[in-house]
């Protein structure tokens, strides 16, 4: 009787202290890696979420984006992937791009590397060009491109990212050539339009919509048109049935305890229905999808395989 009362209460101490751990989570800072410059796409969302992130998980929670740019985000997601999984690491993950770079290129990451949170924003691609280029209209564009093949440069965020797979969409469906210009991010390829040293961006709608009085948006790459830019066409509007966009969300190292990852995934799954987090991610131009936990990593998996099949067909390096 006695070893059974000793072995209870073991048991309830054992209880007591994971209840304690996850009620203590967070215990310091949450850093949340963004592979991205500043002010782009995936670094705005990011610095909207987090304040929000801090409201539900509470008790005086603190997160503090850090920017990690370069190798089309690969250095950022790679250093999440191989951070402590004590939920004090996360980071932004883009799809497609954080797929595509274990198809094109050696990576220290796969899709098992990680343990999925949330996807926050379904952002649709458009294509814009800079005033001085005289390509107003997604007809003048496809007109020049036909003209003088490989004579429109676009400026993009990076290779194998939803820009790209873009690209490659519009040259299969119209049959046009381009000359692609990548940058290290979507700020820097925006500023590059603006300052006319390329005619022509593949960007996100959340990149360009409060830039409207500055560049050219041709059209839009979803089937209805979006509330952040109501007078732009969509290409299937024009004739071009052109669908694609980039999807970025969060994911923390494969490994995460449980009980840290119940807390993350509550959180997060508490921004879909929050009015005031929709109202500033509106204010940003972000289109929110909030997809949590298991349907994120089936996201996760059906991207890869969309993926694959692109790079067996069109390979783009």
Known sequence: MFRNLKKTALIGALIMTAGTAAAEYPEKPIEVIVGFSAGGGTDVMART??????????????????????????????ETAEADPDGYTIGTYNLPGMMARTLDREAGYDADSFTYLANVVNDPN?????????????????????A?????????????????????????????????????????ARTALMGGHVAMGILNISEVASFKDEINILGIAQNERSDFAPDVATFKEQGVDLINGSMRGFVAPAGLPEDVSAKLLEAFGQLASDEEFAAAMTATANPVEVVVGADFQSLNAETLDLAKTVWDETPWQ
């Open 49 to 78: 979420v987090a304040p929000f992130l801090e409201k539900y998980l509470g008790d005086g929670a603190s997160v503090v984006v850090k920017n990690v740019p370069g190798a089309s985000g690969q250095i950022g997601v790679t």
């Open 148 to 188: 003088e093949p490989g004579a429109v440069t676009v400026g993009m965020s990076s290779l194998g990212g939803d820009d790209h797979f873009m690209l490659t969409k519009l040259q299969n469906l119209t049959e046009t050539e381009f000359t692609i210009v990548p940058f290290r991010g979507s700020a820097p």
């Open 126 to 146: 458009v294509i814009v060009t800079s005033k001085a280029s005289g390509l107003d209209t997604f007809d003048k564009l496809l007109e020049a491109a036909k």
